[in-house]
T-cell receptor
Framework: DADVTQTPRNRITKTGKRIMLECSQTKGHDRMYWYRQDPGLGLRLIYYSFDVKDINKGEISDGYSVSRQAQAKFSLSLESAIPNQTALYFC???????????????FGPGTRLTVL | AQKITQTQPGMFVQEKEAVTLDCTYDTSDQSYGLFWYKQPSSGEMIFLIYQGSYDEQNATEGRYSLNFQKARKSANLVISASQLGDSAMYFCAMREVLTCFKTIFGAGTRLFVKA
């Protein structure tokens, strides 16, 4: 089973609709992240959370909100979707404990969102 | 501010040859980490290699090595003996202590391996 899962994997929606993307992890990591990927721009950080009570804005948080429901769950919401939010969205986790060797990020499979 | 620059949008390499993917970074922090990730056409992100700012030796992981030149702020990925399966998008990323370990990514380089 995948350690970091995202639902849905694909979603087509219309302008103005509210959308929630969900992320769950079984790795036991404390840190979770949401990125969006656009061609030519790489991955840009939307929000990140270092524990359940800690939520931080990333580079491009406008138009998005997040909720860290539990250590294992981190959801991303688009309150009123617009076409330029069409992108591939990734959830990631990392372990910042002293036992982690590189503290690299582990990514989910991505959610392809299209806003018409 | 943090910044990662990958100047090669696309690269071609002949199978079995070595290829270098460029990455430069900008930071005012003395403590940071540099990462390379691979994204094949299937879309998943795969961690390849890590270099810490205080590491004196260049990192190596199998056919991957990181050419770390701290004074020039560059962290180029070298792939030796390229294989067809190396065709993918490659991202350089940096994490600083000053920004509470937030990781930022470059725009990526698409590598094409020719048979």
């Amino acid at each position: 089973d995948a350690d970091v899962t995202q639902t849905p994997r694909n979603r087509i929606t219309k302008t103005g609709k509210r959308i929630m993307l969900e992320c769950s992890q079984t790795k036991g990591h404390d840190r979770m992240y949401w990125y969006r990927q656009d061609p030519g721009l790489g991955l840009r950080l939307i929000y990140y959370s270092f524990d359940v009570k800690d939520i931080n804005k990333g580079e491009i948080s406008d138009g998005y909100s997040v909720s860290r429901q539990a250590q294992a769950k981190f959801s991303l919401s688009l309150e009123s979707a617009i076409p330029n939010q069409t992108a591939l969205y990734f959830c990631a986790t990392s372990d910042q404990s002293s036992g982690a060797q590189y503290n690299e990020q582990f990514f989910g499979p991505g959610t392809r969102l299209t806003v018409l | 501010a943090q910044k990662i620059t990958q100047t090669q949008p696309g690269m071609f390499v002949q199978e079995k040859e070595a290829v270098t993917l460029d990455c430069t970074y900008d930071t005012s922090d003395q403590s940071y980490g540099l990462f390379w990730y691979k994204q094949p056409s299937s879309g998943e992100m795969i961690f390849l290699i890590y270099q810490g700012s205080y590491d004196e030796q260049n990192a190596t992981e199998g056919r991957y090595s990181l050419n770390f030149q701290k004074a020039r702020k560059s962290a180029n990925l070298v792939i030796s003996a390229s294989q067809l399966g190396d065709s993918a998008m490659y991202f350089c990323a940096m994490r600083e202590v000053l920004t509470c370990f937030k990781t930022i990514f470059g725009a990526g380089t698409r590598l094409f391996v020719k048979a």
